[in-house]
């Protein structure tokens, strides 16, 4: 039971970052939206709203991550449909009104520790990216640049979907990732 409230608060919080950002996910809302008594959350994190952050933002990132393994040895243009499909659902689900927790606790962060967090979660990103992207036939020099690229335009393109309130800045920032992905494994392809 401890360990499920705990969970459910590491989730909650993962949610209300996308949502409102880091300054604007308070303990009281994660208590609410977890259901949790009061006192748990000291009990559960005792470093207080960094620690608790800082488990959502892993927790958030191993969601990701377990979403886009599953395109490993898949073709380079699926790994990154994976991504994108990814980015988009977050989208449609919410209706504009969620996004990258991880950007959330990027931009917000107020101790090094949290910028940190953040960093070692994109830098995983890249690399998983980048292995998957590899080895679906990018050339092994490109796709740490393509993943890299890939990750910054859909977090762009994430936050001017939820500005403009439609799919269309989304949609256009995604055909040309996919493009770019298409062409770099296909002058691997034609070597």
């Known amino acids: 039971m401890a360990g499920e ?3 459910t608060m590491i989730e909650r919080t993962g949610v209300l970052l996308a949502k409102k950002g ?3 996910t308070s303990f009281t809302e994660v208590l609410e939206a977890s259901g949790a008594p009061r006192g ?3 009990h559960h994190f005792p470093g207080g709203k960094e620690e608790l952050v800082m488990a959502a933002v892993a927790w958030v990132s191993e969601r990701a991550l377990d979403r886009v393994n599953q395109s490993r040895g898949r ?3 699926e790994v990154a449909e994976a991504f994108i499909a990814m980015w988009r659902d977050i989208l449609k689900a919410s209706d504009f009104g969620a996004g990258c927790a991880v950007l959330a606790v990027t931009v917000g962060a107020d101790t090094p520790n949290l910028l940190d967090s ?3 979660v994109f830098r995983r990103w890249r690399a ?3 292995e998957l992207l590899a080895l679906g036939g990018v050339p092994s020099a490109r796709a740490p640049a393509l993943a890299a690229m890939l990750i910054s335009a859909c ?3 994430v936050v001017l979907a939820r500005a403009e309130q439609a799919m269309e800045p989304f949609d256009l920032v995604a055909a040309e990732q996919r493009a770019l992905v ?6 691997r392809a034609s070597r």
């Open 5 to 7: 409230i705990r969970q």
């Open 22 to 24: 880091l300054q604007g």
């Open 40 to 42: 748990s959350l000291y």
């Open 155 to 157: 977090e762009g393109a």
């Open 182 to 187: 298409k062409a770099a494994t296909a002058r």
């Open 128 to 130: 998983t990216l980048g």
């Open 75 to 77: 073709p380079a243009p």
């Open 118 to 120: 953040a960093a070692q």
